[in-house]
């Protein structure tokens, strides 16, 4: 099993949400985090005085996926979230040793 865990655009989670979706996956886990890249955040103007913005805001994707579903996943992320501008985002792939559903005890792909 894999962790996939993708940074994007907050106006790209609804696009990559629907297109992962469409591909049979089940469940993901969404946050609002903030941070930079190499662009190391961007000045913006606010009444006349220019300010840096140091963190940027982007939402986490975080989907766990069988061996099998990996490229698709990643596929799927990379078409859905990219524009070609810098600061579209990073995806981290994991290892998962193991998975538990607390409701049934379920392990491994089952819980899934």
Do not use: W
């Not at 993708?6 to 297109?19: C, P, S, T």
């Not at 982007?58 to 490229?71: I, R, T």
Request: charged letters at 30%; aromatic letters at 6%.
């Amino acid at each position: 099993m894999k962790k996939v865990e993708a940074i994007v655009r907050h106006f790209k989670l609804e696009d990559v949400k629907n297109a992962l979706t469409e591909q049979g996956l089940q469940g993901m886990t969404v946050t609002e985090v903030r941070g930079f890249g190499r662009q190391k955040g961007h000045t913006e103007m606010y009444r006349g005085t220019e300010y840096a913005v140091d963190f940027v805001p982007k939402a986490k994707l975080e989907v766990v996926c069988a061996d099998h579903q990996l490229q698709t996943v990643i596929d799927t992320v990379l078409r859905a979230a990219q524009t070609g501008q810098i600061g579209d985002g990073k995806i981290f792939v994991s290892d998962l040793v193991e998975t538990i559903r607390i409701r049934t005890g379920e392990t491994g792909e089952e819980a899934l």
